[in-house]
Every structure is written in C-alpha cells, then in structure tokens.
C-alpha cells in the first residue's frame, strides 16, 4: 500500500506561483512513475505532469513551460511547481502514484486561480 497526501493549493492571482506537495510513505517498490492530474467539477480528471524513476517527465500541453514537477527522494516527496498561473488551472489537483499492477490516488488539493 501506498498513501499520498498533498498540500500547498489554495487561492492566487493570476499571473501568481504555487508550489504542490506529495508526501509518499508505505510500499513504493512497485511504483513505476508519480504523476500530478487535476479535475474540474463535471469534467474527467487529467493528467498535468508526469516523472518516472527514470526521471523522465512529460506535460500537458496547456501547462509547457510553466509548470515543473520534481521528487526529493530524500524527503519522500514529490512537488509541482506552478508558475504563471491562470484561471483556467483552477481544478482539484491530484497526487498519483502509478504502478504495474495498481495506482494509488491522494485526497486532492484545491488550486484557485483569480482573474
């Protein structure tokens, strides 16, 4: 079992950073990869930014370039930073952890962008 628990969203101008936080404790020997996604009210969750132990990472189109997600392996954390934020980032983001056989969700962290 794996548990996430993120942190850091709350309210911010546009225009305005945020930096997200995961936590990751338990049994990640099965993990392959920690990806952030977020979701709209209505609307499927989707992912924003992707790290495989690789350390190879992949974006969202429409956050290239301003976004970056990054693991301290040290802290058992992984983090996206969010710079020149818009209103349309507004969603739940979510921490997730992708493995062979099962991926392991945290509870979400609301991110509101004002215009």
């Known amino acids: 079992q794996v548990q996430l628990v993120e942190s850091g969203g709350g309210l911010v101008q546009a225009g305005g950073s945020l930096r997200l936080s995961c936590e990751i404790s338990?049994?990640?020997?099965?993990?392959?990869?920690m990806a952030w996604y977020r979701q709209v009210p209505g609307e499927q969750r989707l992912l924003v930014a992707g790290?495989?132990?690789?350390?190879?990472?992949n974006y969202a189109d429409s956050v290239k370039g301003r976004f970056t997600i990054s693991r301290d392996n040290a802290k058992n954390t992984v983090f996206l930073q969010m710079n020149s934020l818009k209103p349309e980032d507004t969603a739940v983001y979510y921490c997730?952890?992708?493995?062979?056989?099962?991926?392991?969700w945290g509870q979400g962290t609301q991110v509101t962008v004002s215009s």
């Open positions: 997730a952890a992708l493995g062979l056989k099962d991926d392991y």
């Open positions: 338990g049994d990640t020997s099965a993990i392959n990869a």
């Open positions: 790290l495989t132990n690789l350390g190879r990472t």
